[in-house]
């Protein structure tokens, strides 16, 4: 397009719709680098006023073209026709009607809102009417203008820009920090803060503490005096005894807990500790001192649970640490009982028999309420059993796949998970303590 062709369109597009200085060089917002819209629609505007044809004065042609400039709020124009007794009266801009003069107001009210937040980057995104967006559009297909910048864009350079410089953050398209929404339907601002994920690993120390929160048995979750209002079982997790110290500092809405797998609640685990993310929902601060942060995990709740290895991970980090729980290797120490005293050569039998064993397992009845009844293949490398005083006790240790329930592996589930202790022993055994001495990887 070239200038002549500019200013035919933009002369057509002005004598129709009023718009704004910006609405108008947004349009031909392919020209001349480094002019704002509003600088480039406001020179299109005195273009065509200086491109009048002087010599046939103030014709009838002239008159609706100086008119149509006045209308849009081109200055010169209003002067221009008041000095020749003409008055006439601004209109709203065509397609955003004034919006985008509320620009400044809602990025005051995000730099109010931000104080709260800590963050280093940002990105900011804008919800428009619908009208407006459908005006633009329209008036696009009628002029064949494709290449302009759209509303939107504009209006979140422009935000950004104006939050750059009263903040010193920067602008982060792909994982900004916050997220800043400038709604011009409500007239309001919403700041939603990216999640921050820590990852770290805990030692459960204790037989009866659960992994995660759970809801109270008798009121769901809604509040009771069982569970004294709280909606919880009453039941210390792991969830919370470290997403609560997390949750003091980084002042979020909420946290999630995600385990690279879980224990039973009276399964201690020890050894180098389970993988987790906590992701901290909301958080206003978002540069924490783990150090500190596990030291008083480690006081508060000693004896009970331990973390270690606390480091801030990126978002994607959770969906690897859950498919790695399914293979990860794992150790455990199991304490079994046997309902009929045990020959020594059984536990030799039971060591070989177990020797990079393929078990198939049916989802055991215990959990069968809450997972789907199917048949899992797992391997289990190898079996170390040891003889304890009793003959009808004895101590194995048991490395196997992860995901492998190894209670089940133990008892044999009434024939669900085979081979099974109870199986290859020729008596009921079943597990009566166990720990996971190490999860690998
Ligand atoms: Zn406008
Ligand atoms: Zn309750």
């Not at 609706?64 to 209109?91: C, M, T, W």
């Not at 480091?311 to 150790?331: H, I």
């Not at 085979?418 to 166990?434: D, H, K, M, Q, Y």
Request: proline share 4%.
């Amino acid at each position: 397009m070239d200038m002549a062709e500019l200013l035919e369109v933009a002369e057509a597009l002005l004598r129709r719709y009023p718009l704004c200085d910006s609405c108008l060089g947004r349009q031909f917002a392919m020209l001349g680098s480094n002019l704002s819209n509003e600088e480039r629609g406001f020179s299109i505007k005195t273009l065509l006023m200086m491109n009048l044809d002087r010599e046939r004065g103030l014709s009838e042609d002239n008159k609706e073209l100086l008119i149509a400039l006045a209308r849009s709020g081109h200055n010169p124009s209003i002067e221009y026709l008041k000095s020749k007794g003409i008055d006439v009266e601004q209109i709203p801009c065509y397609i955003c009607r004034g919006l985008l003069e509320h620009i400044p107001r809602l990025v005051r009210k995000a730099l109010e809102k931000l104080k709260h937040y800590e963050f280093n980057t940002f990105l900011v995104g804008s919800k428009v009417p619908e009208e407006v967006l459908n005006r633009e559009e329209r008036l696009r297909a009628e002029y064949k203008l494709d290449r302009g910048e759209s509303i939107k864009a504009e209006i979140n350079r422009r935000a950004g820009k104006l939050i750059r410089e009263a903040t010193g953050k920067e602008v982060d398209f792909s994982e900004p920090d916050i997220i800043v929404t400038l709604d011009f339907g409500l007239m309001d601002v919403e700041v939603l803060p990216s999640p921050i994920f820590i990852y770290g690993r805990y030692r459960k120390l204790s037989r009866s503490i659960s992994q995660c929160r759970w809801l109270c048995p008798r009121c769901r979750g809604v509040g009771c005096s069982y569970c004294k209002m709280t909606g919880k079982r009453r039941l210390l997790s792991i969830e919370e005894a470290i997403g609560s110290v997390i949750l003091k500092y980084a002042l979020g809405d909420d946290v999630k807990f995600h385990g690279a797998g879980r224990e039973d609640v009276d399964v201690r685990m020890l050894g180098n500790g389970r993988p987790f993310v906590i992701e901290v929902v909301r958080p206003k601060i978002r540069n924490l001192d783990l150090d500190r942060i596990s030291i008083e995990i480690n006081y508060r709740c000693r004896g009970i649970v331990e973390v270690m290895d606390l480091k801030f991970v990126p978002r994607d980090f959770v969906k690897k640490l859950k498919a790695s729980a399914e293979v990860r290797p794992k150790v455990y120490k199991a304490l079994v009982k046997v309902d009929n005293e045990l020959e020594m050569d059984k536990l030799s039998l039971l060591e070989r028999m177990f020797k990079e064993r393929i078990i198939r397992q049916r989802t055991p009845l215990r959990v069968l309420h809450r997972r789907a009844d199917k048949v899992r293949i797992k391997r289990v490398d190898w079996v170390k059993p040891r003889m304890l005083t009793s003959r009808r006790v004895f101590e194995a240790l048991v490395k196997c796949q992860g995901g492998l329930y190894v209670k089940e592996l133990i008892s044999g589930d009434k024939g669900r998970t085979s081979p099974s202790f109870s199986e290859v022993l020729g008596t009921n055994a079943r597990c009566i303590r166990l720990d996971v001495l190490k999860v690998e990887g």
